[in-house]
């Protein structure tokens, strides 16, 4: 088995691309923040093991790992491919990648008004169909959390190598916003969600 692996515009993120899915589910995504979130999966909770990991985000054909700032990738990279190889090859991955009942996505349960409620469907098929496939060849992700209409506000979820990356912040500015803003006139501005 090859796992490719790939640098993305945050230096302590590594993409790795296993050429297997990771997430059937098309365009679903999740998220490990620490060792007692990753008991859902037999991968995240395996490349946990790897001292130096803080973060884990699969997507559907690749996974991120976030390593603390102390560690170096030539010590870490190793020990998760090996980690990840043996998911794959032991028979593990025909499991669940999560357990059912766990959540995957920030889900925006507030109740919009018709106009509003186009408005959104708008935002959320432009970040299905022009954003979160140009930012998930980074190895990251970008979800809608909520619109406010009286504000014109839209608030999203920067997740894998977006959360905490250096230029992620102009990557939503000079990038996202602008393109929402030119297709969504009611929209006047994007702000990321905490």
Not at 45 to 70: H, N, S
Not at 119 to 134: F, G, N, Y
């Amino acid at each position: 088995m090859f796992i490719q692996t790939d640098t993305t515009p945050n230096p302590e993120v590594l993409k790795f691309i296993p050429g297997r899915t990771v997430i059937g589910d098309a365009g679903r995504v999740r998220e490990f923040h620490n060792p007692q979130e990753a008991q859902a999966s037999g991968l995240a909770r395996a490349i946990f093991t790897v001292e130096g990991v803080k973060r884990v985000f699969f997507a559907r054909d690749f996974l991120t790992v976030t390593k603390d700032e102390a560690q170096d990738w030539s010590y870490l990279k190793a020990p998760i491919l090996a980690a990840i190889m043996d998911h794959y090859t032991t028979g593990d991955a025909d499991e669940a990648p999560f357990e059912a009942g766990t959540a995957a996505d920030p889900a925006d349960d507030r109740v919009y008004s018709a106009e509003a409620a186009e408005i959104v469907q708008e935002i959320k098929d432009l970040l299905d169909t022009r954003v979160r496939p140009a930012v998930a060849e980074d190895g990251g992700d970008i979800l809608f959390s909520h619109f406010e209409p009286d504000t014109g506000v839209v608030w999203l979820h920067m997740r894998g190598a977006c959360a905490g990356c250096p230029s992620s912040a102009a990557t939503l500015k000079a990038g996202v916003e602008n393109l929402i803003r030119h297709y969504i006139p009611e929209v006047t501005a994007v702000e990321q969600a905490l």
